[in-house]
């Protein structure tokens, strides 16, 4: 996992300014809030919640 957050940090490192130049500020992070936006729909949707699981039970819900 370590190994992907430093790939996507080298690419919005090396994107960033690109991006900068062409899009403007304004169209930039809007790009980055959409791409936010996306991925905090994506965990809401897919990623179980697990407040209140026991550890056996998160094992089981794993398992299946």
Request: cysteine-free.
């Amino acid at each position: 996992m370590t190994f992907v957050n430093a790939g996507v940090s080298a690419a919005v490192q090396v994107f960033f300014p690109v991006q900068l130049a062409e899009l403007g500020a304004g169209l930039t992070f809007y790009t980055y809030a959409a791409f936010g936006l996306f991925f905090v729909v994506l965990v809401a949707r897919f990623v179980p919640e697990t407040k209140g699981l026991t550890l056996e039970a998160l094992e089981e819900s794993a398992s299946r």
